[in-house]
C-alpha cells in the first residue's frame, strides 16, 4: 500500500515562491508515478503537473507551465513541486497524487492514480 503525504503549503503574497514536497511510501523499488492537482475555491479539483517516475518525463498544464518546476529526489522518492511567481489564482488546495506503477500515461487523469494526500493549501494575496 502507498501512502503519500504532501508539505509545504503556506500563505504568500503574489510574486513570491513556494515548493510543496511529495513524499511516497511504499513505492517498489521501480518508484511510484506522481501528478499534482489542485481545487481552489468554488471550482472542481483540476490537473497541475504530472512526471512518469520511469521515463522521467514531466507534463504541466498551461496555466503553470514556466512558472511551476517539479523536481525529484529518488532516495526519499519524493517529488517537489516549485511554485514560481505565485498568482491569487493559484490559491487552492493542492494534492499529491500516487500509483503504484513507475509510469503513466499522460499523467493527467485522475484514474491514473490510485493513492492521494489529504492535500496542502496555498494560499495566495495580492
Known amino acids: 500500500q502507498v501512502q503519500v503525504a504532501e508539505s509545504g503549503g503556506g500563505s504568500v503574497q503574489a510574486g513570491d515562491t513556494l515548493t510543496l514536497s511529495c513524499v511516497a511510501s511504499g513505492c517498489s523499488s521501480s518508484g511510484c508515478a506522481r501528478g499534482w492537482f489542485r481545487r481552489q475555491p468554488g471550482k472542481r479539483r483540476e490537473w497541475v503537473a504530472g512526471?512518469?517516475?520511469?521515463?522521467?518525463?514531466?507534463y504541466y498544464d498551461i496555466s503553470v507551465k514556466g512558472r511551476f518546476t517539479i523536481s525529484r529526489d529518488n532516495a526519499k522518492n519524493a517529488v517537489y513541486l516549485q511554485m514560481n511567481r505565485l498568482k491569487p489564482d493559484d490559491t487552492a488546495v493542492y494534492y499529491c497524487a500516487a500509483s503504484a506503477r513507475p509510469y503513466c500515461g499522460d499523467c493527467m487523469e485522475s484514474w491514473e492514480f490510485e493513492f492521494w494526500g489529504q492535500g496542502t493549501q496555498v494560499t495566495v494575496s495580492t
Open positions: 512526471l512518469n517516475w520511469s521515463s522521467g518525463a514531466i
